[in-house]
């Protein structure tokens, strides 16, 4: 393969899918955003003890989750009248590692 080609083998995303992924990026994109997945890491959390981990109000925690969960990043599990918040599956806590590990070893 001559420089600057594509290889057969690799397929470009196509339009939809790239959007999808940078608009997954652009969630990922704010310093409170990627400390309240690192807070999530360890288990599920209510919004006052993620405000506390984290070191922001309780409404711009509900703000960035109301994000994350539309970015199916986070859930939320209703008790009551509190509503404690879990990563949404292992792909985040391999996307946020990785992203870790690019930083710290990079």
């Known amino acids: 393969m001559a420089e600057g080609q594509v290889s057969d083998s ?3 995303l196509d339009e ?15 310093t ?7 807070a999530l890491i360890g288990g599920e959390l209510n919004v006052g003890a993620i405000a506390e981990a984290v070191g922001i109000s309780e409404s711009a925690v509900s703000h960035h989750l109301r ?7 986070v859930r ?5 009248r509190q509503v404690f918040y879990r990563l949404h599956d292992e792909h985040i806590i391999d996307l946020y590692q990785r992203g ?4 710290l070893h990079g």
């Open 32 to 38: 409170s955003r990627v400390r309240i997945i690192s």
């Open 10 to 12: 690799v397929e470009v």
């Open 16 to 30: 939809g899918t790239a959007a999808e992924t940078a608009e997954l990026f652009r969630a990922l994109s704010d």
């Open 76 to 80: 939320g599990r209703k008790v009551g």
């Open 100 to 103: 870790l590990d690019h930083v």
């Open 67 to 73: 994000g994350l969960r539309q970015m199916r990043l």
